[in-house]
């Protein structure tokens, strides 16, 4: 039996399937790059970068007692798109005790960004790069002090009776508001 070859009579019917095929696979071709960004929007792994959280510090006991500040490293598992880091160190503070309970600041100036020291007598922070200097309280003690505004205070929590948390976050710096690095 010999196959039969479509004559031109169906050359319409053609052109109206390969049209169709055509508006299917550019169709699909347009959604990818759609799904693929509402995918990353709800990946929980992405969502929880937004927030750095709350991490536990120390316990009260280690603060001085004297008013004095100490400088304690923040570890907390980091996520990125694929990948779990767990404990990974992602700033610093000084605690301190302050007439109202325990005081958090980020260690980096709000000026440039560099790490704020104590001075050797330790009645102060000063900032190594261009001399911001400030109070135990982190408020600018010096008009000369280039930085636009006070030190970064950070969310502090009393948990189980001994257990610093921090609401560990990060701030534009040069800027006389806060606003968060997200
Ligand atoms: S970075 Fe601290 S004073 Fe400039």
């Avoid at 160190?89 to 000084?94: C, L, N, T, W």
């Avoid at 050797?120 to 309280?137: E, G, I």
């Avoid at 003690?141 to 970064?152: E, I, Y």
Wanted: proline share 10%; glycine share 8%.
């Amino acid at each position: 039996m010999s196959e039969q070859i479509p004559g031109p009579e169906h050359a319409p019917r053609r052109r109206f399937l390969a049209g169709v095929a055509a508006v299917v696979i550019g169709g699909l071709a347009g959604l990818a790059p759609l799904l693929s960004g509402a995918v990353s929007l709800l990946d929980p792994l992405r969502r929880r970068r937004a927030d750095p959280g709350v991490a536990l510090v120390t316990k009260l006991a280690v603060i001085p007692k004297d008013g004095s500040p100490k400088k304690f490293t923040i570890v907390a598992d980091q996520v990125d798109a694929w990948t779990t880091h767990a404990d990974a160190p992602v700033g610093a503070v000084y605690l301190r005790r302050g007439p109202d309970g325990v005081q958090a600041f980020n260690v980096v100036c709000p000026h440039a960004g560099c790490f704020v020291g104590v001075a050797p007598d330790k009645s102060r922070f000063a900032c190594p790069c261009h001399k911001s200097s400030f109070d135990l309280d982190g408020v600018i003690n010096d008009p000369r002090s280039p930085s636009p505004r006070n030190m970064d205070a950070l969310d502090v929590e009393i948990r189980n009776g001994d257990e610093v948390w921090v609401r560990f976050q990060s701030f534009h710096p040069g800027r006389a508001e806060k606003i968060p690095v997200l």
